[in-house]
């Protein structure tokens, strides 16, 4: 009896303290692996930035506030493919959904709406959103209808899906560029006016922090109430204070991009004001927002509803979640549908941040969903996703793209070192999986 | 023991075919409560076909289900569950990325007042049913992939106790296991036999079917040869029956 006791000790200090710290935080290795790819794509391109160009343009609230709103669109569709594909299905036709949506969206508020309630009235954004979001869910339901009750390979189905919305985006607009969009509409795609600005900022900053601790101390009161193990109170402290310094940070580092100077003129002239050389903060930016509420969103309904356990259930193994009485058509179709809805907001921020409605909105965007996806760790075996870490593979994506941009590497090369990204990304995680296996 | 008064289950004049083949040939088989009856026969024989007719798997294309004297319709798992059967399947039908809890409630989650999983009253559950089936078992928050295959078995039985089923369908339950754990499914047979449940246990061991069953019904090609108390026939007897399709004794 001793000497188990005596080896397990020793077993235990002769482990890394990094591995005794991802024991007691209970950390996801995966996640720390993904932030230190993170952190070296960021650090990376600014010193590359600060070597070669004389200026490290990477590490800067502009760009950085500029790479919030670039991920929203892929990340928000990137939490909906972590459903699709746990579900051991995929969904290529996103990026035409894109396009067709927004060109739904666009005639609405700029051809149709008008006619009707006049330029400009404050029911034209409101009413192009809704019909926006039932146009994306209607088409993501039939897609998952055609897959779970008419058994169509998901593969075959969106697929065609992708060609067919395309063509449609052509076609309900006669190829040409609907513009400009509803002014209050263009809010969601971010921009100065489409950011919340200093305070508000703040607030929301405050609201997190307070919901970091009320998860941690909801967490460890419900362990002691089971008597199941507890994290060790330093672990809890740290974990708590990380979360408040990086809410803390980001708030610090979106208050810190001002609004350009032409903008701070023309806000004046319209407020009657002389602001000349004012410091206005942009604040978090709308789109971003949306992201975080839908990762929140999404989260809770993959780990804490029913319906999320039937899509993982479905995920390992369909014949065991049938058996068990789940009635899995009936799940796969509605988590088409999920992805229709989610298509559709991301059409609207892709959109509204344009200003504009094109036929070509959203070309390539389902590889680079698909590809946040998978780096951020969902199998493509199906059974196995995180949302967080699909909106983690968003940012990396998006980071290694505008660092390149931010460099000068020129977009095929770009592609180059994306396409590669996803290879290595991959390989790591199946590296890294026979390794805790054994 | 006798059996009197109205069966627990009745299965009468069940036949199932997938393309064109008939699985499953006009079976009648009945189970009484406290009842154990073995259900033999070759790979092939229709055993786990006609058992699935039971537990919501497949829909029987005629034929008749009682419980309890009452007519019952069937149609798929979550039937099945009203009526108080459980199943263990062969393949265990567990989601091997869920851990023990989510398996064990897999279908039946517990959720909050919210309507939110209530994983820590489940874990907890969890918890204590396995305790009583298999005290050594400790790996409550991994996959039960990671699991070896005797933990895994008692993951699948624990589901099947844990709801308070009245009519247990185990298919093969000791065919993943060793002697030990073998012994241990045995001793809970006899617990549950005790407790008034009735089980359809299909089984290739004519050992175990001689020591754990009151009845064994053998069937072969689609067909029931014969169902017949363990303790009027020999093993050879029911050999023979499963072997060449006929009841030696009865065609004496």
Same mark, same amino acid.
């Given at each position: 009896?001793?000497?188990?006791?005596?080896?397990?000790?020793?077993?235990?200090?002769?482990?890394?303290?990094?591995?005794?710290?991802?024991?007691?935080?209970?950390?996801?290795?995966?996640?720390?692996?993904?932030?230190?790819?993170?952190?070296?794509?960021? *650090?990376?391109?600014?010193?590359?930035?600060?070597?070669?160009?004389?200026?490290?343009?990477?590490?800067?609230?502009?760009?950085?506030?500029?790479?919030?709103?670039?991920?929203?669109s892929?990340?928000?569709?990137?939490?909906?493919?972590?459903?699709?594909?746990?579900?051991?299905?995929?969904?290529?036709?996103?990026?035409? +959904?894109?396009?067709?949506?927004?060109?739904? +969206?666009?005639?609405l508020?700029?051809?149709?709406?008008?006619?009707?309630?006049?330029?400009?009235?404050?029911?034209?954004?409101?009413?192009?959103?809704?019909?926006?979001?039932?146009?994306?869910?209607?088409?993501?339901?039939?897609?998952?209808?055609?897959?779970?009750?008419?058994?169509?390979?998901?593969?075959?189905?969106?697929?065609?899906?992708?060609?067919?919305?395309?063509?449609?985006?052509?076609?309900?607009?006669?190829?040409?560029?609907?513009?400009?969009?509803?002014?209050?509409f263009a809010?969601?795609?971010?921009?100065?006016?489409?950011?919340?600005?200093?305070?508000?900022?703040?607030?929301?900053?405050?609201?997190?922090?307070?919901g970091?601790?009320?998860?941690?101390?909801?967490?460890?009161?419900?362990?002691?109430?089971?008597?199941?193990?507890?994290?060790?109170?330093w672990?809890? +402290?740290?974990?708590?204070?990380?979360?408040?310094?990086?809410?803390?940070?980001?708030?610090?580092?979106?208050?810190?991009?001002?609004?350009?100077?032409?903008?701070?003129?023309?806000?004046?002239?319209?407020?009657?004001?002389?602001?000349?050389?004012?410091?206005?903060?942009?604040? *978090?930016?709308?789109?971003?927002?949306?992201?975080?509420a839908?990762?929140?969103?999404?989260?809770?309904? +993959?780990?804490?509803?029913?319906?999320?356990?039937?899509?993982?259930?479905?995920?390992?193994?369909?014949?065991?979640?049938?058996?068990?009485?789940?009635?899995?058509?009936?799940?796969?179709?509605?988590?088409f549908?999920?992805?229709?809805?989610?298509?559709?907001?991301?059409?609207?921020?892709?959109?509204?941040?344009?200003?504009?409605?094109?036929?070509?909105?959203?070309?390539?965007?389902?590889?680079?969903?698909?590809?946040?996806?998978?780096?951020?760790?969902?199998?493509?075996?199906?059974?196995?996703?995180?949302?967080?870490?699909?909106?983690?593979?968003?940012?990396v994506?998006?980071?290694?793209?505008?660092?390149?941009?931010?460099?000068?590497?020129?977009?095929?090369?770009?592609?180059?070192?994306v396409?590669?990204?996803?290879?290595?990304a991959?390989?790591?995680?199946?590296?890294?999986?026979?390794?805790?296996?054994? | 023991?006798?059996?009197?008064?109205?069966?627990?289950?009745?299965?009468?004049?069940?036949?199932?075919?997938?393309?064109?083949?008939?699985?499953v040939?006009r079976?009648?088989?009945?189970?009484?409560?406290?009842?154990?009856v073995?259900?033999?026969?070759?790979n092939?024989?229709?055993?786990?076909?006609?058992?699935?007719?039971?537990?919501?798997?497949?829909?029987?294309?005629?034929g008749?289900?009682?419980?309890?004297?009452?007519?019952?319709?069937?149609?798929?798992?979550?039937?099945?569950?009203?009526?108080?059967?459980?199943?263990?399947?062969?393949?265990?039908?567990?989601?091997?990325?869920l851990?023990a809890?989510?398996?064990?409630?897999?279908g039946?989650?517990?959720?909050?007042?919210?309507g939110?999983?209530?994983?820590?009253?489940?874990?907890?559950?969890?918890?204590?049913?396995?305790?009583?089936?298999?005290?050594?078992?400790?790996?409550?928050?991994?996959?039960?992939?990671?699991?070896?295959?005797?933990?895994?078995?008692?993951?699948?039985?624990?589901?099947?106790?844990?709801?308070?089923?009245?009519?247990?369908?185990?298919?093969?339950?000791?065919a993943?296991?060793?002697?030990?754990?073998?012994?241990?499914?045995?001793?809970?047979?006899?617990?549950?036999?005790?407790?008034?449940?009735?089980?359809?246990?299909?089984?290739?061991?004519?050992?175990?079917?001689?020591?754990?069953?009151?009845?064994?019904?053998?069937?072969?090609?689609?067909?029931?040869?014969?169902?017949?108390?363990?303790?009027?026939?020999?093993?050879?007897?029911?050999?023979?029956?499963?072997?060449?399709?006929?009841?030696?004794?009865?065609?004496?």
């Amino acid at each position: 009896m001793n000497d188990t006791t005596s080896s397990k000790n020793a077993d235990d200090s002769s482990k890394s303290i990094i591995s005794r710290f991802i024991t007691a935080t209970e950390i996801d290795p995966r996640l720390l692996g993904m932030l230190g790819a993170l952190a070296l794509i960021w *650090f990376g391109f600014h010193f590359y930035g600060v070597i070669f160009n004389d200026f490290g343009a990477f590490l800067t609230p502009r760009n950085l506030w500029n790479l919030s709103v670039q991920t929203s669109s892929i990340g928000i569709m990137a939490t909906g493919m972590v459903l699709v594909i746990v579900t051991r299905n995929i969904d290529l036709s996103v990026g035409s +959904m894109i396009g067709v949506i927004a060109m739904a +969206m666009g005639l609405l508020q700029v051809e149709v709406l008008p006619q009707f309630v006049g330029i400009g009235h404050w029911s034209i954004s409101i009413i192009a959103v809704i019909v926006g979001l039932i146009f994306g869910t209607l088409i993501g339901a039939i897609h998952g209808w055609l897959i779970a009750y008419r058994e169509i390979p998901a593969f075959i189905v969106t697929l065609g899906g992708l060609m067919v919305w395309r063509g449609m985006a052509f076609l309900s607009g006669g190829g040409r560029t609907i513009s400009p969009v509803d002014p209050s509409f263009a809010l969601l795609g971010g921009g100065p006016y489409g950011a919340v600005g200093a305070s508000v900022s703040w607030v929301i900053g405050g609201l997190a922090c307070f919901g970091v601790g009320y998860i941690i101390y909801s967490g460890r009161q419900s362990r002691i109430k089971h008597d199941f193990h507890l994290r060790p109170m330093w672990a809890e +402290m740290m974990l708590t204070a990380v979360g408040w310094a990086s809410i803390i940070g980001a708030v610090i580092l979106v208050n810190s991009y001002p609004w350009p100077k032409g903008i701070v003129r023309q806000y004046g002239a319209k407020v009657g004001q002389d602001l000349e050389g004012t410091f206005i903060s942009h604040g *978090f930016a709308v789109p971003v927002l949306i992201l975080v509420a839908v990762g929140i969103g999404m989260t809770i309904l +993959m780990t804490r509803t029913r319906f999320g356990r039937y899509v993982f259930a479905i995920g390992g193994n369909p014949e065991a979640a049938a058996l068990a009485g789940i009635d899995t058509k009936w799940v796969t179709m509605k988590v088409f549908a999920l992805m229709g809805m989610l298509t559709a907001i991301a059409s609207v921020i892709a959109s509204a941040r344009l200003n504009s409605a094109t036929n070509a909105l959203g070309i390539l965007d389902e590889l680079y969903v698909i590809a946040a996806a998978v780096i951020g760790g969902t199998s493509l075996a199906g059974g196995i996703g995180k949302i967080y870490g699909a909106i983690l593979g968003a940012l990396v994506m998006q980071s290694l793209q505008s660092g390149m941009v931010l460099i000068g590497f020129d977009s095929a090369i770009q592609r180059i070192v994306v396409g590669v990204v996803l290879v290595l990304a991959v390989y790591l995680d199946i590296v890294y999986n026979k390794r805790v296996k054994k | 023991m006798a059996n009197v008064g109205t069966p627990l289950v009745e299965l009468k004049d069940i036949s199932i075919s997938f393309g064109g083949i008939k699985a499953v040939d006009r079976v009648s088989v009945d189970l009484y409560p406290g009842e154990v009856v073995g259900l033999l026969g070759h790979n092939g024989a229709g055993k786990s076909t006609l058992i699935k007719c039971l537990s919501g798997a497949y829909t029987a294309d005629s034929g008749e289900v009682f419980i309890n004297g009452e007519k019952v319709i069937i149609n798929n798992p979550r039937d099945a569950r009203d009526q108080n059967i459980e199943t263990i399947y062969q393949t265990l039908a567990l989601a091997d990325n869920l851990d023990a809890a989510s398996n064990l409630f897999l279908g039946r989650e517990l959720v909050t007042k919210s309507g939110f999983l209530d994983e820590s009253k489940m874990e907890a559950e969890t918890r204590k049913i396995m305790a009583r089936l298999n005290p050594n078992f400790q790996k409550f928050d991994v996959p039960v992939s990671a699991l070896s295959g005797g933990q895994r078995q008692s993951v699948a039985i624990a589901r099947a106790v844990y709801f308070d089923a009245k009519i247990l369908i185990m298919d093969e339950p000791t065919a993943a296991l060793g002697p030990q754990e073998t012994e241990m499914v045995a001793e809970l047979i006899q617990e549950l036999k005790n407790q008034g449940l009735g089980i359809f246990l299909i089984e290739h061991d004519i050992h175990h079917v001689m020591n754990l069953c009151d009845r064994a019904s053998v069937m072969k090609n689609g067909l029931l040869v014969g169902t017949e108390r363990v303790e009027d026939v020999t093993e050879d007897d029911i050999l023979s029956m499963i072997i060449l399709g006929k009841n030696p004794k009865r065609a004496k």
